[in-house]
């Protein structure tokens, strides 16, 4: 079975094609084009800039990677008529299709197109839905719709088929930070999230704070790494917020006010300090990481997970790494499933492997987006 995957839930353009094979899943070839160089300004994502760029982006990537997979032929087909109809709302993305397919066509068959529905900022939800609408009529395919956090756990297809079960995932991403029970190939339960900002959002607010880059994670990380704890300069003591609440939830805004309050306190040569800032940055790591690590340690106790699964954008961090090997010493009879940055972060490969254990085929009717759509659904990996 090939499917053509779709991602663009937030602010990267994903197209794969995959490939499942006796049982064997992997990718023939993927595209995700950032939009970091535009969010840069404002730090962070806002929907409208991310459809419009989304808009762009798409016909670019699938160009890409349906030629370097040699599924792309030149010369046109007919185009269905409902195209139009269908892309009436992304105008721009509407004037590429007609261009790209005036010009080429796809000259291998594709079983299926799989789009990423929710959860996700709805207008950017919405130019990958209407788009594998049109992909769908346009190779008379059905459409398998994926839940973008389901998509976040099932990477771990394209290394193993089958793990142990329960397993726990922790998704920790700029838009999410959340543990999920995963009992069965069917059964997903949301058992922690956050009750404000997420992970990633928190490194990007507090680097905003400190006049690092964004994304923050990144900027935030390289700065910390600069700190060596033997010479601490300041006493800065930030909170752990939620950390000992007996659930499995997570909150960071205290923490992003904590560092401003913080930041606010210092004289101006203090906190335009390289040293502090430094400090600080390594200090905001400590508390996220540990705050993610004390979280996934006791869902792990207390569900009894054989199998822990890590996926976002948040997990290429090296702080959280290292937290996560040692905690590997802790429970060495745990299977760990950490995604390589190519998998970690949003793409449409995650996306193919999600489609690839799900039974589920839409018409191009009968698919829309859900900004808030919850894990759930129907799975099975039998084939
Ligand atoms: O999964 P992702 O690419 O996109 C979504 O948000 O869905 O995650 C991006 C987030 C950003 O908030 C970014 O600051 C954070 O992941 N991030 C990191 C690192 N690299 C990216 N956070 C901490 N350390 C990193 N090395
Ligand atoms: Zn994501």
Same mark, same amino acid.
């Given at each position: ?19 499942? $094979? ?10 995700? /084009? ?20 989304? @808009? ?25 008529? @409902? ?100 009992? /069965? ?22 680097? $905003? ?41 997570? /909150? ?115 698919? $829309? ?15």
């Amino acid at each position: 079975m090939i499917i053509l995957s779709i991602e663009t839930s937030c602010d990267d353009t994903g197209i794969s094609l995959v490939e499942k $094979r006796k049982g064997v899943l992997k990718a023939l070839a993927s595209t995700v /084009s950032s939009q970091d160089e535009i969010h840069k300004k404002w730090g962070g994502v806002y929907p409208s800039d991310a459809k419009r760029e989304h @808009q762009k982006n798409i016909i670019p990537s699938l160009r890409k990677t349906l030629q370097s997979a040699g599924f792309l032929s030149k010369g046109s087909v007919p185009m269905p008529k @409902q195209i139009p109809e269908i892309l009436s709302r992304e105008t721009i993305l509407l004037r590429e299709v007609k261009k790209f397919f005036a010009k080429y066509h796809v000259s291998k068959k594709i079983d299926a197109v799989a789009v990423t529905i929710g959860p996700g900022l709805e207008p950017c939800l919405w130019v990958g839905v209407n788009f594998a609408r049109a992909l769908s009529l346009y190779l008379n395919t059905p459409i398998i719709p994926v839940n973008h956090i389901k998509a976040h756990i099932l990477f771990f297809l394209f290394e193993k088929k089958k793990i142990d079960l329960p397993a726990i995932a922790l998704i920790a991403s700029g838009g999410h930070t959340e543990l999920v029970l995963m009992k /069965s190939f069917s059964s997903y339960k949301l058992i922690g999230k956050t009750r404000d900002d997420a992970a990633g959002e928190c490194f990007d607010k507090t680097a $905003r704070v400190l006049g690092l880059g964004y994304p923050g994670g990144p900027a935030i990380s390289s700065r910390a790494g600069r700190f060596n704890p033997q010479k601490s300069k300041f006493e800065i003591k930030l909170p752990r917020p939620m950390k000992h609440a007996k659930n499995y939830d997570f /909150s960071f805004s205290g923490l992003k006010t904590a560092v401003l309050y913080d930041f606010l306190s210092r004289n101006k040569k203090t906190k335009n300090s390289a040293e502090y800032i430094s400090q600080m940055a390594y200090e905001v790591e400590e508390a996220v990481t540990d705050i993610l690590v004390f979280k996934l340690k006791k869902a792990t106790e207390e569900k009894g997970a054989k199998t822990l699964i890590l996926g976002g954008g948040v997990t290429a961090n090296k702080t959280l790494q290292e937290k996560i090997r040692r905690m590997k010493k802790d429970f060495p009879e745990i299977d760990f499933f950490v995604p390589s940055a190519g998998h970690a972060t949003d793409n449409a490969e995650i996306i193919g492997a999600a489609a690839s254990v799900d039974k589920t085929r839409k018409k191009h009717h009968e698919v $829309r987006a859900n900004a808030n759509l919850k894990i759930y659904g129907s799975i099975n990996t039998d084939d």
